[in-house]
């Protein structure tokens, strides 16, 4: 068999990961063939593969980013499912191995039910896509806003300055969550629970009240309780959605107006999902191409694998799209008892 691998959508720290467990189980065990397509689904529509074999990817699983390219192409612009069968049909391809986020995964759910032999991985570091318990890159993207976190606890204290640290976060907030809670913040914004500035600034008085220079952790899909939209000045992206960011500027002179406290906002961007993957990441996104690869050879189409608890398991696509997993609200009330 020969197995074609895409990495689509938003890089994540482990996507290289993924491809060496499915690769390299792949030749070793199951005496398999690999190409990979450049570009996401760009490089399937336009035909662009390259092979991946040992000597490709040796070495990749530490490397950040991804080996292979990605982009946001959308393939039902570029002739669908037919065009997709043409290109698998043209190089000897007899199966795809599709990773990334909700939208690749829709994709390839419609070319899945349209005939195109073809399974998933999800990626996300936001986290947010349903039927997994946690995504390979959240783990990195936590821990590089937990650092940055850290080092602006101790400007803050040193100036005794209210600090912001604006994270990733469009629809959910377990960036914010968890980051905020293992950095100790004094208060946590996230899109599923909206608040009120009063509420914010009652938070960070009572921090600064104790003597701490207060810390407040934003989700960059947050709003305010006044607001009827999230806050957003840079325009629409390639799907028509608003470019999220700076809310923790918006946030800041608030704050500061209200408090009499400096108040600084640092927006950390695409720094979470840049570098190295931590060790988590490694290994889950390991496991995770491994049993995809599983998922080909027992032609389980049309599924995506999926970490359930502490074990891998394959779920429909359909299980994994249509709602987001969103923080719950005991989980937001835990943290929310560490506040102020």
Not at 44 to 61: A, F, H, K, T, Y
Not at 237 to 247: C, E, N, S
């Amino acid at each position: 068999m020969r197995i074609g691998i895409l990495t689509s959508g938003g890089d994540a720290p482990g996507l290289n990961a993924v491809i060496r467990g499915a690769v390299l189980t792949g030749i070793t065990v199951h005496h398999q063939e690999f190409v990979g397509f450049r570009n996401g689904w760009k490089g399937v529509v336009d035909g662009d593969i390259v092979p991946l074999g040992r000597e490709q990817i040796m070495g990749i699983s530490k490397q950040g980013g991804t080996i292979l390219g990605t982009s946001r192409t959308n393939p039902y612009e570029h002739g669908g499912a037919e065009r997709v069968a043409e290109v698998m049909e043209q190089n000897g391809i007899d199966a795809l191995l599709a990773i990334g986020g909700e939208g690749t995964l829709a994709a390839a759910r419609r070319l899945s039910n349209a005939g195109v032999k073809i399974v998933g991985v999800p990626k996300t570091v936001d986290n947010d896509l349903d039927a997994t318990d946690y995504t390979f890159g959240f783990d990195t993207a936590v821990q590089i806003a937990t650092d940055a976190m850290d080092r602006l606890r101790t400007t803050g204290d040193s100036h005794g300055r209210c600090m912001i640290a604006e994270v990733m976060g469009r629809h959910v907030g377990w960036i914010a969550l968890h980051s905020g809670m293992a950095a100790g913040a004094h208060a946590i914004l996230i899109p599923e629970r909206k608040t009120s500035i009063d509420q914010i600034v009652e938070w960070v008085q009572s921090a600064h009240n104790r003597g701490r220079a207060p810390l407040v952790v934003v989700a960059e899909g947050f709003s305010l309780d006044s607001m009827t939209d999230v806050h957003s000045e840079r325009g629409l992206d390639a799907f028509g959605r608003p470019r999220l960011g700076g809310i923790g500027e918006h946030l800041a002179p608030m704050i500061e107006e209200r408090t009499g406290i400096e108040t600084r906002a640092t927006t950390l961007g695409h720094i979470q999902r840049g570098g190295t993957p931590s060790a988590y990441d490694r290994v889950l996104a390991t496991r995770l191409g491994m049993h995809a690869l599983r998922l080909v050879l027992e032609e389980h189409w049309g599924c995506m694998v999926a970490l359930q608890g502490t074990e891998i398991v394959h779920v429909p696509f359909a299980d994994a799209l249509g709602k987001l997993k969103v923080v719950p609200d005991e989980r937001y009330d835990e943290a929310a008892v560490l506040f102020g």
